[in-house]
């Protein structure tokens, strides 16, 4: 090996030429790792000290929906609402809505079919269906919007406001058809674009 400088010969292994005191390419190396290293080091501290959120496969959602009668979507904002909050939102989730929008979803579950059973006339178990639907309907709209909203404000801290709100949940159509589906599959997103922590 020879210093690519002065090119006197220099022992494999050497990071300084002995005689000009110029890095050598082994020394380069070295030091590129140890760049790289800190920076990793750096990037997993800060991803640590990020706020940590559930990451959910794309693949399994749409499973827990079946096999829960889509009462999924209620408890998954009750799964989330702590998580949600603590990213300092401007509007948190209230509790009161979770709750209800879930008592409304079990409500529907157990009445449906089963009219006859409670006493009441098929006209009466449709009005009362009819009224939780609505209800239910109502809730999971604003929840949605609520969630999304929590979760701009929080990538504005990171992105500009504008590009916040072209990346997270941009879609107010598959918003409110698909709710927790829609914002779990961002929330992912948002996990690999190493805004949020994954909860383990
Ligand atoms: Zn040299």
């Not at 290293?37 to 990020?50: H, V, Y």
């Not at 919007?145 to 107010?172: D, M």
């Amino acid at each position: 090996m020879k210093c690519a400088t002065c090119g006197a010969p220099i022992e494999a292994g050497m990071e300084k030429c002995p005689y000009c005191g110029s890095t050598t390419s082994y020394g380069e190396t070295l030091l590129e790792e140890k760049i790289r290293r800190k920076e990793n080091a750096e990037r997993q501290k800060r991803i640590e000290n990020l706020p940590r959120m559930k990451f959910v496969s794309g693949a399994f959602i749409p499973l827990l929906y079946f096999f829960t009668l889509c009462w999924y979507a209620p408890i998954w904002y009750g799964l989330r609402m702590r998580s949600l909050n603590a990213l300092n939102p401007p509007h948190a989730l209230p509790a009161w809505a979770v709750g209800l929008y879930n008592l409304t979803w079990l409500a529907i579950i157990i009445l449906s079919g089963w009219e006859e059973q409670f006493g009441l006339t098929p006209e009466q178990g449709k009005f009362i269906l009819n009224s939780l639907l609505g209800v239910a309907t109502a809730l999971s709209m604003w929840l949605a919007l609520l969630t999304r909203s929590i979760l701009q404000s929080y990538a504005a801290k990171f992105l500009e406001g504008n590009i916040a709100v072209h990346t997270v949940a941009p879609s107010n159509v598959l918003l409110l058809l698909f709710g927790p589906m829609y914002l779990q599959y961002q929330i992912n997103n948002m996990i690999s674009m190493e805004l949020l922590a994954p909860q383990i």
